[in-house]
Each structure stands twice: as C-alpha cells, then as structure tokens.
C-alpha cells in the first residue's frame, strides 16, 4: 500500500509542471486584478481630482455645493479634503445631467 506522499506524487503526475505553474498564474493575476480594482475604487481625491473626473469638468463650487446637497460625501483629515473615487464612480451615474443617453 502506499504512503500519502506517493497518493499525491500519483494524483499530480497527470499534469505538468507547465500546467500547473499556468494554472497558479493564472488565478494570481485575477486576484491581483481585483485587488487593484478594490484599491483604485477606494481611493482618496482631492477636489481638483474630483473636479477633472466629470465631463464636462465640474469646478470646485459646484462640488463644494454637491457636497453640501450631500449628493457627495467628503473626508476630512486635519484641514484637507478628500472625496472617493469609487463615489465620484457613484455620483457621476446618479447625476441627470452626467447619466448617459439611450
């Protein structure tokens, strides 16, 4: 009878190396993928970013206003200012005049 470790050496011998090294690769860079998709949606603008995202541009009263309308959300760390990315994303859906026409 065998032991466990010839069991495994029998169970992978039907793929190669190649295969296998493909097959890792493969699920790596989906996850790694996702990851920096995860990432860039949670990163943080500052307001002239967030301005330059809209098309056309928005200038920064508007977004100031949008922001007090609480159509966006900002973040504060000390006296800086910050919006999401992944709400701009969010905001830019929601907005009439930024939706796109059928």
Not at 24 to 31: G, R
Not at 60 to 88: A, C, H, M
Not at 90 to 100: N, P, S, V
Request: proline share 4%; hydrophobic share 35%; with cysteine.
């Amino acid at each position: 009878m065998p032991n466990q470790s010839q069991t495994s050496s029998i169970a992978f011998s039907q793929f190669s190396l190649e295969d296998v090294l493909a097959g890792v690769a493969s699920i790596v860079d989906e996850k790694l993928k996702v990851f920096k998709q995860q990432e860039a949606e949670e990163k943080l603008l500052s307001p002239a970013e967030a301005c330059k995202l809209f098309h056309p541009e928005i200038s920064l009263p508007t977004l100031k206003s949008w922001t007090k309308q609480e159509l966006l959300k900002d973040y504060r760390f000390g006296n800086r200012v910050y919006y999401k990315y992944s709400e701009i994303l969010e905001a830019g859906k929601t907005l009439r005049r930024y939706q796109k026409k059928n």
